[in-house]
């Protein structure tokens, strides 16, 4: 959330009032400095501090500007002029503005995204360059496969059609490839785009000069009337490199979908108390530290800070994942972005913008996403000797054909070394990969498993610890009823109409599982005469006339009752996870109710799944600790993290890691998101919230932790799938480069024509779809 003393604005407008150039607010107050011959005014004495400390920073030209990233205070709003950008697959490059990766060609990425960002202006492009050109490659591939048959089209003419069609297709659409690969040479980090730019380039040249002079080649090389040409491999190889490309900036865009949508919980204004007792909606990047800021019920807290006035209960489950709303009364803290369920607070501002829970989280998340380590690295170094062995071996074609080959010597090493590149082209390596996580990817949806992307299909299987959350994970994540217990002159189902009877006006969780409870056992429920809420304690009121009272000890000690005699029955539910609210009837104790929040059906049957595969299991929650500890136990859980924040489970994850263990998380809270985006592998409930989903890489769609171990077996097999793939391209181009660089030619007198080569390359990716498509059948 914004930060009023990281919001530098324009310097003062001309309104009817004034606008301070640290906050933006239009002021009227006596406090002012004069700058440069102008005179600035202030809100505070804070802002005119800290405009007198760097007026440059708050006089920049521009708009307003939200925030500013630092190490320790990210920018949590708007992304200001001048946000650095890095690499998600070398985090290590970093630099001012957008560009391009200079070591593997990726599009760098903003190092904390905002919720107003525009497009990634590079999906945009490579879009529309995509949809212009896409018409001019099909027609150019359809007249290379069967123009020959049109008796209306010379062979002449078809090349002159081609050419024209597919110049746009290559110096247009394929220009940034081009780029991309003239740096990777500059840079001496050679890549596929090394790779694809040369092989387009050799595929087009060769093509034009068939085109332009074609009696410059051997007869050999007439094919349809024509010297072949290769216009339509070249223009294909750029169409689907830029479709390759769209998929991989449109799930990359997802990364950030974490954090925006973290971002999102916090209210836009805050309603600040002014020191005359009148009250003004404002921004909230305007709350300076100890403003006071009154907080109704419905609404969200707008920052952390410190009750100074009234009761109410807040929920807090988007910091702690579990569902009771917490009392707070005066010196109670609470924590912006939670949400205040009943009374009316006042509250005094204690921390806000880059130093809030909330932003904190924010900066967990950015910094355990940019903190893995690129799938690819290993792929770019074998990438980088065989682009590199590629070139040397056509470089070496030439010049030995040039020099020792028969007339025309120069052509046939042209040609051949033409023929080196194009069967080299890495399409069905590039396909190798893709084609496999693509195919296992709609498998494991189809049985309930989303991935969200191919590091987490290649590390789930080495994941030998599992962190699991209990609340939304292991347990169903909402109260529901438990038990009743009734002293004499009562039965259970009276004690549990009278309860429901008054709960009836309460918006209180446990509150809905006691009324959900009665009418679904047909019980008449009463209209209370009153009902008052006891803020974290209960609640009191008249039923069929008697007085009533449910809640916990503490009312019941307000109430003058003893409630001995239910103890015993209430330590037992405790201990089994069970929240316990006393009934007291006309100052008596009548009987107990218990809520609790029960383990899922399938949660024993997947924990024991999962110990028989050897996973370690560590359960770590937010709840307390008997609470965590009794749910633990039932299912034979032996370590038990309870209490936690989200920064706890984070420091877990990364103390596991630390000790090479290979760490999965599984949870379903925004309290979870931090480690699950640490965790080698993030595991979310599809039951949960947005942003643990956002934050995880697989997504359990009906939150059934049996999930992973499906999971896990498609993380096998597609890896497997991945590396005979991998094998079937290298293998084509082991056999196929030194046949197209015509080492059978001394003895067979064989050489392999370009259109041979682009053949074999097109069986090479052939042969990658169809053993890719095999995963389809895998069993799971």
């Not at 370590?639 to 290979?662: T, W």
């Amino acid at each position: 959330m914004p930060a009023h003393e990281h919001s530098p604005s324009t310097p003062p407008a001309t309104q009817d009032k004034p606008r301070d150039p640290v906050c933006g607010m239009f002021v009227d107050g006596p406090l002012f400095e004069m700058h440069a011959g102008t005179k600035y005014h202030f809100c505070s004495e804070r802002c005119r501090q800290k405009f007198i400390a760097n007026p440059a920073l708050y006089l920049q030209p521009g708009p307003p500007i939200a925030a500013v990233a630092t190490p320790t205070a990210p920018a949590v709003v708007q992304t200001a002029p001048g946000t650095r950008y890095t690499c998600p697959m070398h985090p290590e490059i970093v630099q001012d503005g957008p560009g391009t990766c200079p070591k593997c060609g990726m599009a760098l990425e903003p190092m904390m995204p905002s919720l107003d960002e525009d497009e990634n202006p590079e999906l945009a492009d490579f879009t529309r360059r995509f949809w212009v050109t896409l018409p001019a490659t099909i027609i150019v591939l359809a007249l290379a496969m069967f123009g020959h048959r049109w008796a209306s089209l010379d062979a002449s003419t078809r090349s002159w059609v081609e050419l024209v069609l597919a110049t746009p297709v290559i110096l247009w659409a394929g220009w940034p490839f081009f780029v991309r690969g003239i740096a990777s040479v500059r840079t001496g980090n050679l890549n596929m785009w090394t790779l694809i730019g040369t092989g387009v380039a050799a595929a087009y040249g060769y093509s034009v000069a068939a085109t332009l002079v074609p009696d410059w080649f051997p007869a050999s090389f007439q094919e349809h009337g024509r010297v072949g040409v290769y216009f339509e491999a070249a223009a294909v190889i750029v169409s689907l490199t830029l479709l390759g490309q769209l998929l991989e900036l449109k799930a990359r865009s997802q990364t950030s979908a974490a954090i925006k949508a973290i971002l999102g919980l916090a209210p836009k204004t805050a309603r600040r108390i002014l020191p005359d007792g009148s009250e003004d909606d404002i921004p909230l990047g305007h709350v300076h530290l100890g403003d006071k800021l009154r907080v109704r019920p419905g609404e969200k807290v707008p920052t952390d800070g410190v009750v100074v006035e009234g009761q109410s209960s807040v929920d807090e489950s988007m910091l702690t994942g579990e569902p009771m709303p917490v009392a707070k009364a005066v010196g109670d803290r609470v924590i912006g972005a939670t949400i205040n369920r009943s009374g009316a607070l006042v509250i005094e501002a204690e921390k806000v913008g880059a130093d809030t829970v909330l932003s904190q989280i924010v900066q967990l998340v950015a910094n355990a996403q940019r903190s893995r380590a690129p799938m690819q690295r290993m792929a770019d170094k074998v990438a980088f000797w065989f682009v590199l062995a590629v070139l040397v071996i056509a470089l070496l074609t030439l010049l030995v054909w040039g020099f020792f080959g028969p007339e025309p010597s120069w052509v046939y090493g042209v040609l051949n070394a033409v023929a080196v590149l194009i069967i080299a082209c890495p399409c069905a390596l590039g396909l190798a990969t893709p084609m496999s996580i693509m195919v296992a990817t709609g498998r494991a949806a189809s049985v309930g498993v989303l991935f969200r992307d191919a590091e987490a299909i290649e590390n789930l299987r080495k994941i030998d610890t599992l962190i699991v959350d209990k609340t939304g994970t292991l347990t169903e994540g909402r109260p529901r009823y438990r038990d009743t217990s009734a002293l004499p002159g009562f039965t259970s189902d009276e004690v549990l109409r009278l309860a429901a009877s008054l709960d009836q006006g309460s918006e209180h969780p446990l509150a809905a599982a006691i009324v959900a409870q009665a009418r679904e056992r047909g019980l008449a429920l009463s209209t209370p005469d009153a009902f008052e809420s006891a803020s974290g304690i209960g609640v009191r009121g008249r039923v069929d006339g008697r007085a009533l009272a449910l809640g916990n000890q503490a009312l019941m000690t307000e109430e003058g009752v003893s409630v001995q005699d239910l103890s015993g029955a209430a330590e037992k539910l405790r201990a089994e996870g069970a929240s316990v609210m006393f009934l007291a009837v006309d100052g008596k104790a009548a009987g107990l109710l218990a809520v609790a929040d029960m383990v899922k059906e399938s949660t024993p049957e997947a924990i024991a799944q999962l110990r028989s595969a050897g996973l370690r299991l560590i359960m770590a929650t937010g709840d307390g600790e008997t609470t965590a500890r009794s749910v633990a136990t039932a299912l034979g859980i032996s370590e038990v993290h309870g209490e936690v924040r989200p920064q706890d489970k984070a420091d877990l994850v990364a103390s596991l890691k630390a000790q090479g263990r290979k760490v999965a998380m599984a949870g379903d809270g925004i309290n979870d998101a931090p480690a699950l985006a640490l965790a080698d592998v993030g595991i979310a409930m599809g039951t949960g919230t947005d942003v643990a989903m956002s934050s995880a890489q697989v997504t359990l769609v009906k939150g059934d932790l049996r999930g992973i171990l499906r999971a896990r077996q498609i993380s096998e097999a597609t890896v497997a799938n991945m590396k005979q793939n991998l094998g079937f391209a290298f293998l084509y181009n082991a056999l196929g480069v030194p046949i197209a660089a015509g080492v059978l030619y001394p003895a067979f007198g064989l050489l392999l024509s370009p259109m041979i080569a682009a053949l074999a390359m097109s069986l090479s990716s052939v042969s990658v779809v169809v053993n890719a498509l095999r995963l389809r059948a895998e069993k799971s």
